[in-house]
């Protein structure tokens, strides 16, 4: 082993193992980038100059671009947010948004430079390395993974610390070898674009069948129900509202032991995606009094970007014992009081979306 990899980080030792082709090296990411520039001391701008901004919601994780950004006045900006130019790596530093990746290269800047969101990391690149190089390399799963592995902070709250950032090994071709790579990769990326675009409009069309049928049963903006049907309050036909906890420092790095379903584990469809499953240890699940999942349980998301999003748990689910973590609610419905498939319908649909909503805070 080189040198130079006895030095990578044991986190992604494995990887930087692996052989590279002639003219490769491995190198630190921090190497050849600089990892959260400081201002330089000679940029000034009027207060009332319009300047980008970029929040975390602007950034499109599909494809990795920022999509929505954002103008602002310089004075609503200069203090407080993370400061970036033109050709800039974004990295999104916070769960869930580092692995759902939101990433970017600041592009099209109003005079070159912006502002956004204090949860991003910027990388710099230096002259050995371009930022398409270093941006399709951060937006791999496997050294996303890597990046998880290295959170700080308490659950809900972790982020990816700046020093593992530029610590972590990247392998380093000559920048013509980089272009060329990046030209194809960005050439099979819109060809993939152009493939999401069809499908999610063909999705869009088949969407809108389930929410007519909604429409028809519970209406749309009604006010007065029909005769028979009177409205109650959620709380009337529950026998049970609650969220679920995690052990101290998180599910991370638990391989086995009981499920816990979080807001990435619910479809936007009511149902479930195990592909990133987390556990909690037996004994603590064993512990804990409220968040044990039953069937014909509604699990309803409590915070985050997904707010409000909803799944049932019917006779399909594959777990006997799992639970909730601390941003799901899970809503029991009281014996003979309603059928729970009746109030995951009523909260799927878009009036029950629409009563979640209007009780949103933060």
């Given at each position: 082993m ?9 986190e992604?030792?494995d990887?930087a193992r692996a052989g590279l082709?002639?003219?490769?090296r491995?190198?630190k990411?921090?190497d050849v980038?600089?990892v ?9 701008r009027a ?5 980008t901004f ?7 994780e599909?494809r990795?671009?920022?999509a929505?950004?954002q103008?602002?006045l310089f004075?609503?900006v200069r203090?407080g947010y993370?400061?970036?130019?033109e050709?800039d790596?974004?990295?999104a530093k916070?769960?869930p ?7 970017a290269i600041a592009?099209?800047?109003?005079g ?7 949860e991003?990391h910027?990388?710099r690149p230096k002259?050995a ?7 399709w ?9 890597i ?6 902070g ?5 982020r ?7 610590e972590?090994?990247v ?6 070898e ?12 819109a ?9 999610a409009?063909?999705?869009q069309?088949?969407e809108?069948l389930?929410a007519?049928?909604l429409?028809?049963v519970?209406?749309?903006?009604r006010t007065e129900p029909p005769?028979?049907?009177r409205w109650?309050?959620?709380g009337d036909?529950l026998?049970?509202l ?8 998180g ?5 086995e032991g009981?499920?816990?379903?979080s807001?990435e584990?619910?479809t936007r469809?009511?149902g479930?995606?195990?592909?990133s499953?987390?556990?909690?240890p ?5 512990q804990m009094?409220?968040g044990?999942?039953?069937r014909g349980d ?12 909803v799944?049932?748990v019917d006779?399909y689910?594959p777990?006997r014992q ?11 419905v009281?014996?003979?009081?309603a059928d ?9 649909g ?6 979640v ?6």
């Amino acid at each position: 082993m080189t040198k130079a990899t006895r030095e990578i980080p044991a986190e992604n030792a494995d990887m930087a193992r692996a052989g590279l082709p002639d003219g490769w090296r491995w190198v630190k990411l921090g190497d050849v980038c600089e990892v959260n520039p400081p201002r330089s001391r000679n940029f000034k701008r009027a207060d009332d100059a319009v300047t980008t901004f970029v929040p975390m919601s602007a950034v499109d994780e599909a494809r990795g671009a920022i999509a929505h950004a954002q103008t602002r006045l310089f004075a609503e900006v200069r203090r407080g947010y993370t400061f970036f130019v033109e050709g800039d790596v974004l990295f999104a530093k916070i769960t869930p948004c580092m692995q759902n990746g939101k990433h970017a290269i600041a592009r099209g800047l109003i005079g070159g430079v912006g502002f956004g969101t204090t949860e991003f990391h910027v990388l710099r690149p230096k002259a050995a390395v371009t930022p398409e190089w270093v941006h399709w390399f951060l937006r791999q799963p496997r050294v996303l993974r890597i990046a998880e592995a290295s959170f700080t902070g308490t659950a809900g709250q972790q982020r990816v610390p700046e020093q593992a950032l530029a610590e972590m090994a990247v392998p380093l071709p000559p920048l013509a070898e980089q272009k060329r790579i990046a030209g194809i990769l960005e050439g099979q990326m819109a060809a993939v674009e152009r493939a999401r675009a069809g499908a999610a409009a063909q999705l869009q069309a088949a969407e809108q069948l389930p929410a007519a049928y909604l429409r028809a049963v519970f209406g749309s903006g009604r006010t007065e129900p029909p005769a028979g049907w009177r409205w109650v309050k959620l709380g009337d036909v529950l026998c049970s509202l609650e969220t679920g906890s995690r052990p101290p420092g998180g599910a991370m790095g638990i391989l086995e032991g009981i499920p816990s379903i979080s807001a990435e584990h619910m479809t936007r469809h009511g149902g479930f995606d195990f592909s990133s499953l987390r556990y909690v240890p037996t004994e603590f699940y064993q512990q804990m009094k409220r968040g044990h999942i039953h069937r014909g349980d509604v699990l309803v998301v409590k915070d985050g970007a997904t707010t409000g999003k909803v799944a049932f748990v019917d006779e399909y689910f594959p777990y006997r014992q799992a639970v909730v973590n601390e941003h799901v609610f899970l809503c029991r419905v009281a014996p003979g009081i309603a059928d729970p498939r009746y109030l995951f319908f009523w909260l799927w649909g878009t009036e029950g979306q629409r009563a979640v909503r209007s009780h949103f805070q933060g």
